[in-house]
Antibody
Framework: EVQLVESGGGLVQPGGSLRLSCAAS????????MNWVRQAPGKGLECVSF????????HYADSVKGRFTISRDNAKNSLYLQMNSLRAEDTAVYYC?????????????WGQGTLVTVSS | EIVLTQSPGTLSLSPGERATLSCRAS???????LAWYQQKPGQAPRFLIY???SRATGIPDRFSGSGSGTDFTLTISRLEPEDFAVYYC?????????FGQGTKVEIK
């Protein structure tokens, strides 16, 4: 069974930093692309970042470019999102989500999410 | 950026009825790279449909997708109690990948 478990969310002040982690199990992590998708309270879904299976391709939403960095450790079956210079508008539930194959942009499985609140 | 507009915003129906949800793109979605997701309150989205019309593994056949180009439709043939939720379309043909704003299917 595919499982994706996010951690690292919490309350942070504007301008602060946070590192999200996602622990993956139930599949060969190194064979799949991964994503971070966020959902602001009561709002819709936004693709934040993408990383291919071998980390050769990475994409970011314009709203986070230059502030967020996606990475993965295939040996540890883990995905990360380093978030710097956080703003109030970054407040959201952040979902870790799996692509359907190594370079795919299509998402099939989602974690339960971790809440990030940016507030003073 | 491809903008996806979903309609209606809310659909009020009774169990057993047919639901028809629309997703319109601001420009053509190449290769029909259009997916649908279902989200219930407090839960993560669930993968339903990909490539506009292919059902994901384990999705009941009452869910069907159709369309191409700029107009896409998700149809639920007979609503079950567990189908009342918010539905999002997403295009994965070009960067940035974008979602529609969602259609809420509520019990009438």
């Amino acid at each position: 069974e595919v499982q994706l478990v996010e951690s690292g969310g919490g309350l942070v002040q504007p301008g602060g930093s946070l590192r999200l982690s996602c622990a993956a199990s139930g599949f060969t992590f190194s064979s799949y692309s991964m994503n971070w998708v966020r959902q602001a309270p009561g709002k819709g879904l936004e693709c934040v970042s993408f990383i291919s299976a071998s980390s050769t391709a990475m994409h970011y939403a314009d709203s986070v470019k230059g502030r967020f960095t996606i990475s993965r450790d295939n040996a540890k079956n883990s995905l990360y999102l380093q978030m710097n210079s956080l703003r109030a508008e970054d407040t959201a539930v952040y979902y870790c989500a799996r692509g359907t194959h190594s370079g795919s942009w299509l998402i099939d499985y989602w974690g339960q999410g971790t809440l990030v609140t940016v507030s003073s | 950026e491809i903008v996806l507009t979903q309609s209606p915003g809310t659909l009020s129906l009774s169990p057993g009825e047919r639901a028809t949800l629309s997703c319109r793109a601001s420009q053509s979605v190449s290769s029909s790279y259009l997916a649908w997701y279902q989200q219930k309150p407090g839960q993560a989205p669930r993968f339903l449909i990909y490539d506009a019309s292919s059902r994901a593994t384990g999705i009941p056949d009452r869910f069907s997708g159709s369309g191409s180009g700029t107009d896409f439709t998700l149809t639920i043939s007979r609503l079950e109690p567990e189908d009342f939720a918010v539905y999002y379309c997403q295009q994965y043909a070009s960067a940035p990948r974008t979602f529609g704003q969602g259609t809420k299917v509520e019990i009438k």
